[in-house]
């Protein structure tokens, strides 16, 4: 009795944490495994090598993810006491498990159902999801390597204060490891929705968590190619090659990114407190791409000869200046959502904005003007370009089925 009530508190502590830290990127808490017995449910159905072999693999996952799944998302100095490798560790394991496991998945077709896989949920209000498919144990542990890989961005984005104190910062060198981990965990993330969830009879789909529906697998996997083009932008910005064209390129492309991951998740009722305050994040970091994009569209307007061509990109840097107050407020909406959270120090493109508009000299429009003067610039407010997107998923692919199986008959 007390083992299993440590063991509830343990899954309610998981999906109710208070306080998760500094967030650049946006985290919907770890789903873990819960402890199952493979040799007691499957029976004389493999050799005892194998089954001992899939029963320490996926143990030593359950304890890792249990140890990081109790806080979702450490601070920079609880997460790095082990050199930041806690994270690396634990992605490994799920590495080392996946081949074993494909094997049971593709195939012992026989004794596909007789293993029950049960994982803590977190943006579904069921606690957790137990299934008798092997498939969904793919799909779990894909859905973990992504959230991890998005943890350990999360880490490398967090401004970091130098050794002659000035002011924090994120180094370069950061900023494109964390582009290539992006697009890896959007990859582990397309191809579930490609190739892992067609593996589901419709009936057993509609039974998966929200957590793991494909509509917010794919706002995630948007949200990856997202924060991915917020760092190339940053970059550019600091840039003496990059043009005013390249920049606004990029922010009307982060638009796209984070509209269509709006648009997504928006038809999903997540309404615990980890899946609202996955829509406020979206919603904020929708509104916050606005900001660039209209600041930059002003920008190349006001390049033109004409008066409406000045006229346009008056309304437009307008737009991005009431964007840009929208956007603080939504931060805040954010932040005080339970769990709580905050935010580093301002560094990267929003940093550049926010010198651009400082708060004692707002652009066009003063605070005292007619209540609609926010709806009257939104609809004057010339339509952003569009562009083609850039930036795809990393292409992953399964690894092979460990050899370990070779040896075993079909039964």
Not at 10 to 31: A, T, Y
Not at 51 to 56: D, G, H, I, K, T
Not at 126 to 154: D, G, K, P, R
Request: glycine share 4%.
């Amino acid at each position: 009795m007390g083992c299993m009530l440590s063991t509830l508190n343990d899954s309610r502590e998981r999906r109710r944490s208070r306080n998760v830290g500094e967030i650049v990127v946006f985290v919907p808490g770890l789903r873990t495994p819960k402890a199952m017995d493979f040799s007691g449910q499957l029976g004389d159905g493999l050799s005892t090598s194998l089954v001992e072999r899939l029963s320490a693999l996926r143990t030593r996952i359950v304890v890792m993810a249990g140890e990081e799944g109790l806080v979702p998302a450490k601070s920079r100095r609880v997460a790095t006491r082990h050199g930041g490798s806690a994270l690396a560790d634990l992605q490994q394991a799920l590495e080392d498990y996946l081949p074993v496991l494909l094997g049971l998945a593709q195939n012992a077709h026989q004794l596909q159902h007789k293993l029950q896989f049960v994982w803590v949920n977190q943006e579904d209000d069921t606690e957790e999801t137990a299934m008798s498919n092997c498939w969904y144990e793919v799909l779990s542990v894909l859905h973990l390597m992504a959230m991890l890989s998005l943890l350990q961005a999360n880490l490398l984005l967090l401004p970091k204060t130098p050794a002659d104190g000035y002011q924090s910062t994120v180094l370069e060198e950061s900023r494109r490891a964390s582009i290539d981990i992006f697009l890896k965990a959007a990859g582990y993330l397309d191809f579930a929705i490609q190739h892992v969830l067609p593996q589901f009879p419709p009936e057993l789909r509609k039974d998966l968590p929200l957590d793991l529906a494909e509509g917010v697998l794919r706002a995630l996997c948007l949200q990856a190619l997202s924060q991915c083009v917020d760092i190339q932008l940053g970059m550019a910005i600091d840039s003496v090659k990059a043009t005013t064209a390249v920049k606004r390129r990029l922010a009307c492309e982060m638009v796209t990114y984070w509209h269509q991951a709006q648009q997504t998740i928006t038809n999903f009722p997540l309404a615990n407190e980890w899946g609202e305050k996955h829509k406020l994040f979206v919603t904020w970091k929708y509104i916050e791409s606005k900001v660039a994009a209209y600041y930059y569209h002003g920008l190349i307007l006001e390049e033109g000869n004409s008066e409406r061509s000045h006229a346009m990109a008056a309304t437009a840097l307008q737009a991005a200046d009431e964007f840009l107050r929208e956007s603080k407020k939504a931060c805040e909406a954010f932040n005080e959502a339970p769990p709580l959270s905050r935010n580093p120090p301002v560094w990267g493109t929003i940093k550049y904005l926010l010198e651009k508009f400082p708060k004692d000299a707002s652009s066009k429009v003063k605070e005292k003007q007619d209540p609609y003067s926010h709806e009257r610039i939104m609809q004057m407010a010339p339509a952003l370009p569009e562009f083609a997107l850039s930036l795809k998923p990393d292409e992953y692919r399964f690894p092979p089925v460990d050899p370990s199986w070779n040896n075993e008959l079909p039964g």
